[in-house]
């Protein structure tokens, strides 16, 4: 590997240290909060609420179970694709890197969580009326960001550079 990759790479490594730190950040300050009042239900505007709930799932809740050999089941399939997206930052050499490293910072941020809690603190509540989205947090918001922008890139770029030839 060249020196130019190690730089690379080691660029990468910073941009996935800061995501991880912000949302730990986040996460440390609300569950702070939990401990010196019990509880969390901090009210932000009409839309937007911190409310601390624990996710056992995937992000935004989904999937969460009880069962310890499905809780483990998820979190070995995150720690897998956490590698196969390492790999496919290591062969990718364009702006697709930098999708990879939204996902993968909040992926890790969110496995941290797993494997020292047992579980994900979520405490973003979007809300409109009494219409509540899921309860996420930064890595969530990290990772969809990370998948919408592949998914854009996939659909209208890939599609404008077939066209083209």
């Given at each position: ?148 922008c592949l998914i854009i890139d996939e659909v209208f770029v890939k599609k404008r550079e077939h066209d083209e030839n």
């Amino acid at each position: 590997m060249s020196k130019k990759n190690y730089k690379k790479f080691f660029l990468y490594f910073i941009y996935i240290l800061f995501l991880f730190l912000i949302d730990r950040i986040s996460k440390l300050y609300i569950l702070n909060i939990a401990e010196t009042l019990n509880e969390v239900e901090i009210y932000i505007s009409s839309f937007l609420n911190f409310y601390l709930v624990w996710n056992t799932g995937i992000g935004f809740g989904l999937f969460s179970s009880d069962h310890n050999m499905i809780y483990n089941s998820i979190t070995i399939l995150i720690f897998i694709i956490n590698i196969i997206i390492i790999v496919m930052l290591i062969q990718n050499q364009n702006y697709k890197s930098y999708f990879l490293i939204l996902i993968l910072g909040g992926s890790t941020g969110n496995l941290f969580d797993r494997l020292y809690y047992s579980a994900v603190p979520d405490f973003i509540d979007f809300h409109i009326n009494n219409f509540h989205w899921f309860i996420f947090n930064l890595a969530d918001i990290y990772i969809s960001i990370g998948i919408i922008c592949l998914i854009i890139d996939e659909v209208f770029v890939k599609k404008r550079e077939h066209d083209e030839n």
